[in-house]
């Protein structure tokens, strides 16, 4: 996984810079968070790098390199289905209860044991392939916080 020197920098624009070679692209954008568990829809970012990586067909890879926080792809018409996420994890891990860890958010690394920190997604004609009702979320679980999310496209 690329690190250090060859992270893309921000155009003028504020926009990611995919970084990469032929058939591959690599670029890392910031997200705000506002509360302590939130879902937010994270999908034209990601197709936003899919589109400048030039792939034709092939993979995209979300990775969030953080322990409190995941990527997920679910249902993205409805609010509502974010909103159920965030409430039954709430209920399967409260933040309340007893954890070895006790710097407060042991629920937070939980639930993104659960959720996990990355996922995947075909490109095919260059865009990204995801079902009509889908979309990707960032979630948090320990915010409010600034979150790096990383892009990687690569060709089959």
């Known amino acids: 996984m690329?690190?250090?020197?060859?992270?893309p920098?921000?155009?003028?624009?504020?926009?990611?810079?995919?970084v990469g070679g032929e058939g591959k692209s690599w670029v890392t954008f910031e997200v705000t968070t506002r509360?302590?568990?939130q879902l937010i829809d994270i999908?034209?970012?990601?197709?936003?790098?899919?589109?400048r990586s030039g792939v034709a067909d092939g993979v995209c890879l979300v990775f969030i390199p953080h322990t409190t926080a995941g990527v997920t792809i679910n249902e993205g018409a409805d609010p509502d289905v974010a909103r159920d996420i965030e409430s039954?994890?709430?209920e399967l891990v409260p933040k309340e209860?007893?954890?070895?860890?006790?710097?407060?958010?042991?629920?937070s690394h939980i639930k993104?044991?659960?959720v996990g920190p990355s996922c995947t997604a075909p490109v095919s004609g260059g865009k990204l392939a995801l079902g009509t009702w889908q979309a990707i979320f960032l979630c948090e679980w320990d915010g409010p916080r600034t979150r790096k999310v990383e892009v990687g496209v690569s060709s089959l």
Do not use: M
């Open 2 to 7: 690329p690190r250090g020197p060859i992270r």
């Open 9 to 18: 920098s921000r155009s003028a624009s504020g926009s990611p810079s995919p």
């Open 35 to 37: 509360r302590r568990a």
């Open 43 to 51: 999908t034209e970012r990601v197709v936003e790098a899919v589109t």
């Open 88 to 90: 039954h994890l709430a």
């Open 97 to 107: 209860a007893a954890f070895e860890h006790a710097e407060g958010n042991s629920d």
């Open 112 to 114: 993104t044991v659960l």
